[in-house]
C-alpha cells in the first residue's frame, strides 16, 4: 500500500469519528485530490447533498494546483445547497514529499443557531483574514429571502423558520408577500425548503 493511500485511509477514521460525534449539525467530507473528478472519499453528515464519488469543490481544485495553498483554512462562510448559512474549515492532508494527497473539510450549520446568536455569536463568527477563493457547496439562491424568514423566526423565539407553529408560517408567508419578497425568482421554491411544507401549503398561506 502507498504511502498516500495510508494517509487517506487515516484520515477516514478521522472524518467518521468528528461525523458522528456532531450528528445533524456537522458535514464532514474527506478529498482524495489525486481524482478531483471523483474527489469525494468519505462523508458524514451529508448536510450539503453529496455522496462519495463527487467532485472536488473549487477550493479543493485550487489546493491542487497551488502546492503553496494554506494547509488550514478556518472559519470561513459557506451556504448549503438549500441556502442555510454554513461556517466552513478546510485542512489540507500532504505526504512526505509535500504534496497534497487529502483534505478534510468540516461544514458546520449554523441556521439553527440563529435564535440564540447573541449568546453564541463567537461560535457563530466567521473569519474574513485570508478568505478562499469562491466556493460551491451546490445551488444558492434568494439568500434575501431566506435571510428575512431567519430574522421573523428569531423574532418570534423560535430557533428556524420550519420549527415555527402553521399560524406563524401562514403570518411569515404573508409578511414576506407584503414586503416584495415572493417577487423573488423561484421564490415559491425557496419557501417549501425554508419552512418545510410544500408548494401548495405555501399558496394555501397566500390564500387565507
Not at 467518521?16 to 450528528?23: I, K, N, S, V, Y
Not at 416584495?180 to 394555501?204: I, P
Amino acid at each position: 500500500m502507498t504511502e498516500d493511500e495510508v494517509l487517506l485511509r487515516e484520515a477516514e477514521k478521522i472524518v467518521t469519528a468528528l461525523g458522528r460525534m456532531f450528528p445533524g449539525v456537522c458535514e464532514v467530507v474527506l478529498h482524495d485530490l489525486r481524482s478531483p473528478e471523483h474527489a469525494v472519499r468519505a462523508i458524514e453528515g451529508g448536510l450539503s447533498g453529496r455522496t462519495v464519488g463527487d467532485p472536488a469543490t473549487e477550493l479543493g481544485l485550487a489546493r491542487i494546483q497551488d502546492p503553496d495553498f494554506p494547509e488550514i483554512l478556518q472559519n470561513y462562510p459557506n451556504r448549503f445547497p438549500d441556502g442555510r448559512p454554513a461556517k466552513s474549515t478546510s485542512i489540507g492532508i500532504r505526504n512526505g514529499a509535500g504534496e497534497y494527497v487529502g483534505a478534510i473539510c468540516l461544514n458546520l450549520d449554523v441556521s439553527v443557531l440563529g435564535g440564540a446568536a447573541r449568546a453564541l455569536a463567537e461560535l457563530v463568527r466567521t473569519d474574513d483574514a485570508d478568505r478562499p477563493p469562491a466556493e460551491t457547496l451546490r445551488a444558492r439562491t434568494a439568500d434575501e429571502l431566506r435571510s428575512a424568514a431567519e430574522e421573523f423566526a428569531t423574532a418570534r423565539g423560535s430557533l428556524t423558520p420550519r420549527a415555527l407553529p402553521a399560524a406563524e408560517k401562514r403570518e411569515l408567508v404573508r409578511d414576506l408577500y407584503a414586503r416584495g419578497f415572493l417577487q423573488v425568482k423561484h421564490a415559491a421554491t425557496a419557501l417549501t425548503e425554508v419552512l418545510g411544507v410544500s408548494r401548495a401549503t405555501v399558496y394555501n398561506y397566500l390564500r387565507q
